[in-house]
C-alpha cells in the first residue's frame, strides 16, 4: 500500500494537529479551572461543616446553661419557701442531684418536689426524708411531682404519719 502525500494534504494534516493541539489546550486549562473551582468549593465546604461543628457545641453549651439555670431557680425557688438554713439548703441542693442521677426526673424538677413539700409546711430535713418515696409514686402512677407531692403530704397528714414514712405509704 503506498500513500501519496501531497504538499496540499500535509498542510490540511498539519493544520488539523495544530487545532487538535489548541483544543487539547483549552481542555486543559478548562480542567484546571475547574479543578481550582471545585478546590474552592471543598474548602468552602470544610468551613461551612466547622462552622456547623462549632456552631453545635455552641448549641450544646447553651443547653447545658438553661439546665443550669433552670436548676438554680428551682432551688432558689425552694428556699424561698423551706426557711432553710445555709446548711440545709446546701443538703437539699446535694439531694436534687444525687436523686437527678437515678431517676427519671432531672435535678430542676426534683427541685420543683421539694417546692411542693415545703409549700405543704414540710420542714429541710422532712423534706429530705418524704422526697424519695414523692419520687417513687410520681414514677408509678406517670403523675407529676406536683400531685405525688401533693398525695404524699396529704396521707402523712390523714394519718399523722412523719414524714420519714413516706416510704411506707408509697
Known sequence: LVVNITSTGAGKVQASLAG?????QKVA?????????SMGLMGGLKMMAGMAGALAVIAGLAGVVTVSAQFEQSMANVRSVSGAT??????????????????????SQVAEAQY?????GLEA??????QAGVMTLASATQSDLARASEIVTA????FRLEAGDTDQIV
Do not use: C, P, W, Y
Request: hydrophobic share 55%; no cysteine.
Open 86 to 107: 445555709a446548711e440545709e439548703f446546701a443538703r437539699l441542693s446535694t439531694a436534687a442531684r444525687d436523686l437527678a442521677q437515678n431517676s427519671i426526673f432531672t435535678a
Open 20 to 24: 487538535v493541539a489548541a483544543a487539547n
Open 155 to 158: 396521707t402523712l397528714a390523714q
Open 116 to 120: 411542693f413539700l415545703a409549700s405543704a
Open 29 to 37: 486549562a478548562s480542567a484546571k479551572a475547574a479543578h481550582g473551582a
Open 125 to 130: 430535713n422532712q423534706i429530705m426524708e418524704a
